[in-house]
């Protein structure tokens, strides 16, 4: 059988019609292949860092190339450069338009990629179960702080006694944006706080000792 006008050769292996193949399937089949060949299309001559970034955050086909673009002429800092953007477009409701915006910030010269202190406010992040969001505008704040590693010991007095982490870190960031020290905390630990599993970690650890010496 002849294949239809402006249809594209058929992938190796796959029947060319008749048979037991019924028109629904080799239709879906054809419609693959062609989605196959315009996501290699898109995708051609592109980075594979950039091809992989785009992929996980959706990114449209302009913004794929006009980030590969830019990326070509910083190689001196590539690696700093993806580093930020990955975690900079994580949980943005439109990471296209985001991404654009940060490329303009490239042109111009303000763009920071990853830096030690970017590395450790993450680490800290995973710690505290902060969100992608909480996280970089924890670093853009503490990278303006005197003293970013001490602020981070006294956060984390405060985030470990929240069962929502990355809400009170939004209202923290207020103070830390004035100028202002961070204070102890002066309130208990939230159920489902980090804090309340340790204490209740250590409570059913005491409970049981006590239940083996009863026993003894």
Known sequence: LGMPPGMPPPLPG????????????????????????????????IAPEVAELAEHHGLD???????????????????????????GLEGASNPSGLLMTKLKDMRLGHFRGMSALDNKVQEFAKRYRLDAQAAVKLGEVLDKREDPEGDMVKIGKHLERSNKPSSLMMMLL?????????????YAAAIGSKVHEKELHKSRRSSRSREREARG
């Open 61 to 87: 086909e302009r913004a794929t190339r006009a980030l590969d673009e830019e990326m070509k002429k910083r190689k001196a800092t590539f690696e700093a450069d993806m580093q930020a953007l990955w975690i």
């Open 174 to 186: 207020r103070d830390l944006r004035e100028g202002k020290p961070v204070k102890e905390p002066e």
């Open 14 to 45: 796959m029947p060319t019609g008749g048979g037991d193949m019924d028109s629904e399937k080799l239709a879906q089949l054809r419609f693959q292949q062609v989605a196959l060949q315009y996501e290699q299309q898109k995708h051609a001559g």
